[in-house]
């Protein structure tokens, strides 16, 4: 608290000097809060305290090339289904800044990421509770857009507060376009390194393991008129998995177009024990220190989500023990223009994504195994008049139960109808049907989703998720928002299923739970 | 504890400047690496919006004032920077999604693949929109978005022109 009122002070006082010359504050902050019921039927019985609260406040403070900024975080205690090392209150970030156009210096906790994240990467996701900054310092040095350098120093946050582990990392992006002169094609090489320390056990310093270790990765990024390139080699050196060394790496191609209406994009990828925690001993879902995502469709439709793909990224802590996974996906979005057949007097978009992953049926090679994901899905987006507009998907989802121990998969097919109608410019209606057919798991589900609008401040909704196919389970949920400028009050009440959340690309198991909600967000 | 909360007050009341653009660096739909600051030095007000792929109501927004711009354009001088928060995971699929929807044509596209701009604007949810007047002050910001709230972002670009 000393050190919080400390900085305050400061803050306070460089606030006061600024009156004169522009400086500025500015935060934001957030609360989330449930109350849990019993509920027999969701098999859901609350600990003895029925609340959960998740609470952060932020402030940044600006002058000129200078900045300070801290974020307090309270878990009072924290909701279900969040990492469990997350209590009480902390002071979670504190830093100070200086940049000019070409230099950057930070002091204090910092958020970076090298490449795709595939070799590092530290950031903030509240919805997951996760939150490794680095507590230390890094600088950036960018030499008239030809070449940029980073470098950091620190410890990763773990829970609340800082892990045993410390990294120190280096990366330089070179602009070959730049320097040459050239003004149509854009053609980086990009290298990184990142070392890590972690004090290890006396088993794993027998079998030979390092409390330090060295990842690298190189890079190569290509643009032209819309057609582009990128390619990605990680190396995270030697580590030992259950005792037995092994070497992480990762390869990474994207390549499209993007141009006319049409945006295109193929991306393929092979990993090979790229799982990498900050702490060995944490069992925490945060303790993460690089960013390895599902390289797949992110739904949002209720059904869409029911079996989200969770990468397999060679770990001995994964739910499944796979050496990793290699696959890719294809992404086409086009978009009929006004006036043309197709596209009719407002336009038309349609989308199309199929995704495939398999184990690796050998390690060090690209063979595939089992089949863990396969979709494929459909989108069409058409605003038939001023007043209605209609969104049909349609997904087909090949899923493996056994994250790819057994060949067994589980298919469904499922539609989704989402129905926007503007009775008048500030008072409109939405509608979601949607329906999964399967043949496995707890066969077939429907749901239903009406929100009504008053813009600019109310909106109300109730949704319905029932699996008619096996449990005649309801999953229902009501809710109501209220929104002033940058303040957003919104409250529920709700049965919800047990599953995964996924968001920006990680995942997380909820329990089911049934109860109220309410959450206000706020930012000056 | 008095103290720390007449500094918490004194601290608020100190800061009614208003806040401005940041200097955070991002990408462009090239690729290449853009400073935010860059984008008030052409003087003119601007419309910034946070959206991300997965955030439908993000892309109904942008949706909605794509379809309006043409006639907003005649009655005031301005830009609009659509800022995809997507990480490495859609980055990609954002750029592509962008060029699917005809933004490119219309928006500045900006892609901030970690964050840092977003933070640094204290954006906590998606969508969120601010109007910044030619000098970069933000003059009116709004999070989440239902059919209808584009019209209030008129009235602010409006109000900057006068």
Request: hydrophobic share 35%.
């Amino acid at each position: 608290m000393r050190l919080f009122i400390t900085f305050v002070g400061i803050l306070m006082s460089a606030s006061i000097l600024s009156a004169q010359d522009e400086g500025y504050l500015t935060g934001s902050f957030e609360t989330t809060d449930h109350s849990y019921v019993k509920d027999a039927a969701n098999k859901f019985t609350p600990a003895d305290d029925p609340f959960g609260s998740n609470n952060y406040l932020k402030l940044d403070y600006y002058k000129g090339n200078f900045s300070a900024g801290m974020q307090l975080e309270g878990y009072a205690p924290v909701l279900i289904g969040f990492p469990d090392d997350l209590s009480k209150f902390a002071m979670s970030n504190l830093y100070v800044n200086w940049r000019d156009e070409d230099f950057q210096i930070t002091a204090g906790t910092f958020y970076d990421q090298f490449g795709s994240g595939l070799l590092f990467r530290s950031w903030e996701d509240r919805l997951l509770g996760l939150n490794n900054a680095i507590m230390g310092a890094r600088f950036a040095y960018n030499y008239e857009d030809k070449v940029a350098f980073k470098a950091f120093w620190g410890t990763p946050r773990l829970g609340m507060g800082l892990s045993d582990t410390q990294v120190r990392g280096a990366d330089l992006s070179v602009s070959l376009s730049n320097i040459l002169g050239f003004d149509e094609v854009m053609l980086n090489v990009e290298g990184s390194v990142l070392n890590r320390y972690e004090k290890i056990s006396l088993d794993a310093e027998e079998a030979g393991g390092k409390p330090t270790s060295t990842g690298f990765s190189g890079r190569l990024n290509f643009d032209w008129n819309g057609m582009f390139f990128k390619g990605e080699y990680v190396d995270l050196g030697k580590k030992l998995v259950n005792l037995t060394p092994k070497r992480g790496n990762a390869q990474l191609v994207e390549v499209g177009y993007n141009g006319r209406g049409l945006g295109v994009t193929l991306t393929g990828r092979r990993l090979e024990w790229m799982g990498q925690k900050i702490s060995s001993r944490s069992l925490s879902t945060a303790n993460l220190i690089s960013y390895v995502p599902a390289m797949s469709t992110q739904y949002t439709y209720m059904l869409t989500t029911l079996h989200p793909y969770n990468p397999q990224v060679g770990d001995e802590s994964t739910i499944a023990f796979n050496s990793g996974e290699m696959g890719g996906q294809l992404d086409a979005f086009y978009n009929f223009r006004r006036g043309t057949k197709l596209g009719g007097k407002r336009g038309m978009k349609v989308h199309a994504n199929f995704s495939t992953y398999y184990t690796l049926a050998q390690e060090g090679t690209a063979k595939p195994g089992n089949l863990l994901f396969r979709d494929f899905s459909f989108d069409l987006e058409k605003q038939w008049t001023k007043e209605f507009k209609m969104v049909l998907l349609y997904s087909m989802q090949e899923y493996n139960p056994t994250y790819g121990n057994f060949k067994t998969t589980w298919l469904s097919n499922i539609m989704v109808a989402d129905l926007l109608y503007k009775w008048t410019p500030t008072f409109s209606t939405r509608m979601e049907l949607q329906y999964l057919t399967t043949q496995e798991d707890k066969k077939d589900w429907m749901a239903a989703l009406l929100e009504v609008n008053f813009a600019p401040h109310w909106s109300i909704w109730g949704s319905d998720m029932y699996n008619h196919g096996s449990t005649k389970m309801h999953y229902y949920n009501v809710g109501v928002s209220y929104t002033k400028g940058r303040t957003r009050l919104a409250g529920g009440y709700g049965r919800y299923k047990d599953g995964f959340i996924c968001s920006g690309g990680v995942c997380r198991q909820i329990p089911q739970y049934t109860g109220a909600n309410f959450s206000i967000t706020t930012s000056f | 504890m008095r103290t720390f909360l007449l500094s918490i007050v004194a601290l608020f009341v100190s800061a009614l400047a208003y806040a401005q653009v940041p200097s955070v660096t991002v990408e462009n739909a090239k690729g290449e690496t853009v400073n935010t600051k860059t984008l008030i030095k052409e003087g003119t007000p601007m419309i910034v919006s946070f959206w991300s792929t997965s955030c439908k109501p993000c892309i109904r927004e942008l949706d909605a004032i794509y379809d309006a711009l043409p006639d907003w354009l005649e009655e005031a001088d301005f830009r609009v920077v659509a800022v995809s928060t997507d990480d490495s995971r859609l980055l990609a699929k954002a750029k592509s999604f962008a060029e699917g929807r005809g933004w490119g044509e219309d928006f500045t596209l900006l892609f901030d693949k970690n964050q840092d701009f977003m933070r640094a604007m204290n954006v906590s949810v998606v969508p969120h929109v601010f109007v910044l007047d030619g000098t970069g002050k933000v003059v009116y910001s709004h999070t989440s978005y239902v059919p209808g709230n584009e019209l209030e972002l008129l009235e602010a670009i409006k109000k900057c022109s006068k």
